[in-house]
């Protein structure tokens, strides 16, 4: 049963071009979240994702950053004129089910992350 | 708003024990985690703990929880190199995780 899958593992863009990084949760997950990790720092929650809706973006910039995650497909998330400031390793977690449920059943599990390097 | 608080490092001798210390604001919190980041990948769980609860022990890992002082600590015993890692806190809010800035365990021969 593979893990959480993100590609690429590391992307370098010049300020002012387009990232995206993709996620394809654990099998019979329907449920992916987006951090983000700046050096030294813990994870920062961005957004929360089911099949086709988007549930809480609360901690997406305002501008340039968006996700999704269709019907068919990994979750996408997306980097529109990327800044020096967006460089940061960016993490995707998934699990069964989403909110106010036990922990055994609400585990998220993480992939290896998107290094994005903004030069 | 939450906030989850760690010392950056702890340096401790193979073979000791090493005890990580988190402290976290929001009394709500249902659960609270322990993961590990090895340099370069991605985030393991290494085990959580029910705020009903005072303590949970598994193998060489001990997480003791005081919820009246909102201090959570993670004990591995035995310490190995292998355990060099960046150890994170979080506390669960909802579905977000909350995170702490985590704490960079280095072992010393």
């Known amino acids: 049963n593979a893990g959480v899958m993100q590609n690429p593992r590391h992307l370098v863009r010049r300020r002012g071009q387009e990232a995206r990084l993709r996620c394809s949760p654990m099998k019979g997950h329907s449920h992916v979240y987006w951090y983000r990790q700046l050096p030294e720092e813990g994870l920062k929650f961005m957004v929360y994702?089911?099949?086709?809706?988007?549930?809480?973006e609360s901690g997406m910039p305002k501008e340039r950053f968006s996700a999704e995650f269709p019907k068919e497909g990994p979750s996408i998330l997306r980097i529109q004129q990327v800044v020096r400031g967006d460089s940061a390793a960016y993490f995707c977690a998934s699990s069964p089910i989403g909110t106010r449920v036990s922990a055994a059943k609400n585990i998220q599990y993480f992939g290896a992350g998107t290094r994005l390097s903004v030069l | 708003g939450e906030d989850v608080e760690q010392s950056l490092f702890l340096s401790v001798r193979e073979g000791d024990s090493s005890v990580i210390n988190c402290t976290y604001t929001d009394s709500s919190s249902t659960y609270l985690y322990w993961y590990k980041q090895e340099p370069g990948a991605g985030l393991q769980l290494l085990t959580y703990?029910?705020?009903n609860m005072d303590m949970k022990q598994d193998q060489r890992l001990t997480v003791l929880l005081n919820k009246k002082d909102k201090h959570l600590s993670l004990r591995i015993a035995d310490t190995q190199t292998g355990d060099s890692a960046i150890y994170f806190c979080a506390e669960r809010s909802n579905y977000q995780l909350i995170w702490g800035a985590g704490t960079k365990l280095i072992i010393k021969p």
């Open positions: 703990i029910f705020s």
């Open positions: 994702l089911q099949k086709e809706n988007i549930i809480d």
